[in-house]
């Protein structure tokens, strides 16, 4: 069965620092890769997504993902956190256009 | 245009009570969905209808209920509540653009449930 893994449950930085979540998912063919942020209390938001083009992918915020077809991963990075990015972060993925295949989250804590 | 409306916000039940979940879409999206949240769990999918009259079930279906009488409403019903079922559910729906459908999912507010 497809999955998707993240690597870290729980981050802490803080401010300034730079920032990568680790996210790998199992071959099943066409992949749509996203990173979503949910804040604490609020609903899921997209930060960005890959469908196909240029690996690198700029999403909102300061945000962006580097997909790596051969290491099936999809890290998020983000040079300079900051307290406001205090929240969890997940990595779905969409196989074969089908069903949204989720990850456990990553939560983020930055320190003032 | 309020996007995806999920009530109610929080329900606490008595175990082998039932009840319904509510949500609602104003996209006219024809991809719809439920998951429910577990800490460490991430979300996994309850159940799903890619349009009106259609449903199938996700990774964790038992215990719920599904009906898609309508393009906008998609409500999650929990037949005999158990404290498993405690959880935050979330509804989620998605557009069809260049064929890549039900990729791009926008979410409620989520519903806080506490079975007791």
């Known amino acids: 069965a497809q999955s998707v893994s993240q690597h870290n449950h729980h981050v802490i930085l803080s401010e300034a620092a730079s920032l990568e979540l680790g996210c790998n998912y199992s071959?099943?063919?066409?992949?749509?890769l996203f990173w979503y942020v949910q804040y604490p209390g609020q609903h899921l938001q997209l930060l960005l997504k890959?469908?196909?083009?240029?690996?690198l992918v700029k999403g909102i915020k300061g945000f962006e993902a580097e997909f790596i077809k051969s290491k099936f991963s999809f890290n998020l990075r983000k040079p300079s956190v900051q307290w406001s990015d205090t929240a969890e972060y997940f990595c779905?993925?969409?196989?074969?256009?089908?069903?949204?295949?989720f990850g456990a989250g990553t939560r983020l804590t930055v320190k003032p | 245009n309020a996007g995806v409306t999920q009530t109610p916000k929080f329900q606490v039940l008595k175990t082998g009570q039932s009840m319904t979940l509510q949500c609602a879409q104003d996209?006219?999206?024809?991809?719809m969905s439920w998951y429910r949240q577990d800490p460490g769990m991430g979300l996994r999918l309850i159940h799903y209808?890619?349009?009106?009259?259609?449903?199938d079930q996700g990774e964790v279906p038992n215990g719920y209920n599904v009906s898609r009488s309508t393009t906008e409403d998609f409500p999650l019903r929990l037949l005999s509540a158990a404290p498993s079922q405690t959880s935050v559910y979330f509804c989620?729906?998605?557009?069809?653009?260049?064929?890549?459908?039900?990729?791009?999912?926008?979410f409620g507010a989520g519903t806080r449930l506490s079975v007791l």
């Open positions: 989620a729906s998605s557009y069809s653009r260049g064929g890549r459908w039900r990729n791009i999912q926008y």
């Open positions: 890959y469908f196909s083009g240029d690996p």
């Open positions: 071959y099943g063919g066409t992949v749509n």
């Open positions: 779905p993925v969409v196989y074969n256009n089908n069903d949204m295949r």
């Open positions: 996209m006219n999206h024809e991809y």
């Open positions: 209808s890619v349009g009106a009259g259609i449903t």
